[in-house]
């Protein structure tokens, strides 16, 4: 191309790095460009919620404008900012690779606690002017209060330093973007699947008139097809949902072994459980469609629900479930006793890390008063082994999040081949963690407690039994069968293998945990 390329950006450190990317790449390809600074309405309203404008144009209008003046050739955008329509004459040329689309919680050391979901101090203030984010915290973390917080991403961070809040959430795309330290904060990353992003987070858009033909064919070179597929989902359902909305919505998609999982949450407020689905489907043909049905208000909940685990009153699955007006029948089928009362400390020597696979593991272990070496790591299967970890002031190193105790092992092993393994567990553990690991990595079991069913339990009309370990099956199928039309949820692929054996179908959730159960209940059909 001989002609050389004027791109317009906003003027913030973050932007004007987006644009030097797209600069930088383009010379790459011989394709010489210059910058133009242009200001946004967004740029200038301080005093309205960041969700009242992404989505609205409110960042990108004059961009836009100038884009069909010809004052400027192509305008990089955060896709996120971008209406879901594009105004007449311009196309969205490229998308850029999809930088990590996690969540940065980052917070005051002297707020830490590390009991805590998230490691903020109870009642802590944490800045967002998301209700996206707003929605999603309060979830897990109703104690927390939200206040919101505007600028850029510096200037965000320094109203952190500052002591304005004790935390602060922010996309930790921008945040690496800038290559920013953060060694002064204690920070949290959480994984999109835990906490859902914005549609289209993390991945730049580059946007031109659509009559430049020549500049089209160009930019190809930077242009991901595969992103492009993916975000071409999400931002259905955005549109779908009545485009930049106002409302709490995260939807994230990706390709795992060649099949689209769409993750979505969406509430009516930013203060009220957002609704959490999980889809899993092989094409994006009629994918966001799908989507968008599940949260149909007219659509049928089970009247009841059987768990088979005690729920607390601030439980993430009882708040979930109840908010739709479903009742719960919670009670565990088994109880467990301890095996040891007393550890011989010489079982510790040179242990690197302690792995648990069930929150009964971490209770019983930390009552014989270990003394521990500050070098050993910890492993667990589960948000619910690591919140048990939590509860008692420790933090997990590795946290299993497949249903899957293989794939978790194999992934574990990546980190702990080579090493000495201490295992506290149940008196008949499973071994699928164990036999992940080579040969040559020590695997010491501590059986620490024992399992014993309910006799005689009884059976449960819910309309939905849940069962959250194999133990449980066992107990509840000993004497009783499944009613006509009850539909069963297993944890994970343990407890479902339990299933199999007895000839009971069932769903498994795509995460082992409390969020996990309550997508997967809202999955099925009624």
Not at 322 to 329: D, G
């Amino acid at each position: 191309m001989d002609r050389k390329i004027t791109i317009g950006t906003r003027g913030s450190d973050l932007a004007l790095w987006q644009a030097n990317f797209v600069k930088d790449r383009l010379a790459a390809i011989n394709v010489s460009a210059e910058l133009k600074i242009i200001k946004t309405q967004g740029d200038r309203i301080l005093n309205l919620s960041f969700d009242k404008l992404e989505g609205k144009g409110f960042f990108t209008k004059e961009l836009e404008e100038e884009l069909l003046a010809g004052t400027i050739d192509l305008a990089v955008h955060s896709h996120k900012d971008l209406p879901t329509e594009n105004p007449p004459g311009l196309i969205v040329a490229a998308v850029s690779e999809r930088e990590d689309p996690s969540e940065l919680l980052m917070m005051l050391k002297d707020v830490v606690d590390v009991k805590q979901k998230f490691s903020v101090k109870f009642g802590g203030l944490v800045g967002t002017s998301s209700n996206r984010r707003k929605a999603q915290l309060l979830a897990v973390r109703p104690d927390l209060e939200i206040i919101d917080l505007r600028g850029n991403v510096p200037t965000r961070i320094n109203k952190l330093r500052n002591e304005e809040y004790d935390a602060i959430m922010l996309a930790k795309a921008g945040v690496s973007r800038l290559g920013l330290d953060l060694s002064e904060f204690y920070v949290e990353d959480i994984g999109p699947t835990e906490f859902i992003p914005a549609p289209a987070q993390g991945v730049l858009a580059i946007q031109i008139r659509e009559n430049d033909h020549e500049l089209f064919a160009v930019l190809q070179a930077l242009n991901h097809p595969e992103v492009a597929e993916e975000l071409a989902v999400e931002r259905k359902i955005l549109r779908l949902f009545g485009g930049g909305c106002h409302l709490p919505l995260g939807c994230y998609c990706r390709r795992e072994d060649g099949e689209f999982q769409v993750f979505t949450s969406k509430a009516t407020e930013g203060d009220v459980v957002p609704d959490r689905y999980f889809t899993q489907v092989k094409t994006a043909s009629g994918l966001a469609e799908k989507v968008v049905a599940k949260f149909d208000p007219a659509r049928k909940f089970p009247a009841n629900v059987f768990i088979s685990r005690d729920l607390s009153a601030h439980s993430y699955f009882r708040r979930a479930v109840e908010k739709n007006n479903i009742s719960i029948e919670a009670r565990s089928l088994i109880r467990t006793v301890p095996i040891i009362t007393k550890l011989d400390p010489y079982i510790l020597r040179n242990v690197d890390w302690i792995f648990f696979t069930s929150k009964n593991g971490v209770e019983y272990f930390f009552n014989l008063q270990p003394q521990l070496t500050k070098k050993v790591k910890f492993g667990v299967m589960g948000t619910g082994s690591e919140n048990a970890l939590r509860a008692l002031g420790y933090r997990a190193d590795y946290v299993g999040e497949s249903v899957d105790s293989t794939d978790v092992g194999s992934e574990f092993a990546k980190l702990a081949n080579g090493s000495t393994i201490l295992f506290p567990a149940a008196e008949d553990p499973m071994r699928n963690i164990h036999q992940a690991l080579s040969a040559e990595t020590k695997k010491i079991d501590l059986p620490v407690y024992e399992t014993v069913l309910e006799e005689n339990a009884e059976p449960s009309a819910a309309e939905v039994l849940i069962f959250t370990s194999p133990s449980n099956v066992e107990a509840y199928f000993v004497e009783n069968l499944l009613d006509v039309g009850q539909q069963v949820i297993a944890i994970g692929k343990s407890t479902g293998k339990k299933l199999d054996a007895i000839g009971v179908k069932y769903t498994l959730p795509f995460s082992p945990d409390e969020i996990g159960l309550a997508e997967a209940l809202f999955g099925l059909s009624f």
